[in-house]
């Protein structure tokens, strides 16, 4: 599977932008879609994950409620819509796969492919 993130850019507090991934990949609908992101100077921390079917979703507490992941099979392509965006919330985001569901999704180490990253950057 092979990853590519697109759509950050600059946007003020209290804006929006919608993150897109697109695999490549036949095995594409059978993987966990999870999305990460990491600010200077910290780690790479969770922001949200969705199963293959779509049904289920899981988000880190300081996004739920903002941020919406989805996804589209039929297109390969997972989505972050993130609104009410925060200076808190700059960071470079990455799109990653894993191949199966577990308590351990919201894990760096779950997660097989990565894709390159896309910057997101929220002004005050």
């Known amino acids: 599977v092979q990853l590519q993130a697109y759509g950050g850019g600059l946007v003020q507090a209290g804006g929006y932008l919608r993150l897109s991934c697109a695999a490549s990949?036949?095995?594409?609908?059978?993987?966990?879609m999870g999305w990460f992101r990491q600010a200077p100077g910290k780690e790479r921390e969770f922001v949200a994950a969705i199963r293959w079917s779509g049904t289920t979703t899981y988000y880190a507490d300081s996004v739920k409620g903002r941020f919406t992941i989805s996804r589209d099979n039929t297109k390969n392509t997972v989505y972050l819509q993130m609104n009410s965006l925060k200076p808190e919330d700059t960071a470079i985001y990455y799109c990653?796969?894993?191949?199966?569901?577990?308590?351990?999704?919201?894990?760096?180490?779950?997660?097989?492919?990565w894709g390159q990253g896309t910057q997101v950057t929220v002004s005050s």
């Open positions: 990653a796969a894993a191949p199966r569901w577990t308590r351990y999704s919201d894990a760096v180490s779950a997660y097989d492919y």
């Open positions: 990949g036949r095995m594409f609908v059978s993987y966990v």
